[in-house]
């Protein structure tokens, strides 16, 4: 979370699992597992799989702001997930967190945020005045953010790369999202170690030494180390797909909560 906001469940977790679209389905009846006949799907038929659509032009918004991206395959789905390191848990049940299938994704560049069916090279293609930008051309290479979680003492500082996957909040087995639109937008993520502290203008940029956090007529401030991650093994978990006890590793991916437009 960013430093500040509060989680709206602190409890519970997303637990990201690697998913497949298969070619055929059971439709109905008791299963809706992959199939390769009717015999497969009591009480229900075998049919083709639905495939995604791929999005070409879709444009998200965050607290990083506006990011048109398009949508690849599907590629992985989050589960709402209960934890402890002490044992067994149970599955956290009824919660406020959804299920989210995630889509890989890949920024668009050269679009106007606002108007993503308008290419342009600056802001002043994107309408009078620049009304339907940004342009955007790249991703910014130096955007970091300070974060925080249960893992980490304090305030952590990441440098997060383009988008990677965009996960939407789904049904599943039939049942609807508590939440259809609020979705995440996942970024590659580096954890920094040293950048500038809260009590400078740019809290989060990568530094090597108190001059690189100076900004206009703000002082420098401190060019911290940054706290290191510490996760022990055997973390237990469960949720709607079973349980499980898991060894989680380093950082790797940062996810906002973000809006369509």
Known sequence: MLPGAAPVDGATHLRDYKIKETKKSCDGGASYAPCAADSDCPGGTCAKTPKHEKQPLLAVQNALGITVVSTKKVVGLMAATATSGAGPVDSPGVTNVDTYKCYGVKLVKKVCVRDPATACKSTTDCGLGGIDGPCLTRFPKALAKLLDDVYTVGDKAFQLKAPKRLCLATAID???????????????????KKACDETTAIPGRKCRDEEDCAIYFNPAGECALQPKTVVAPGLYAANLLGRERVDPKREKEVCFPSLLL
């Open 174 to 192: 039939g049942v609807a999202p508590q939440h259809p639109g609020a979705h995440f937008l996942c970024y590659g993520a580096k954890p920094l």
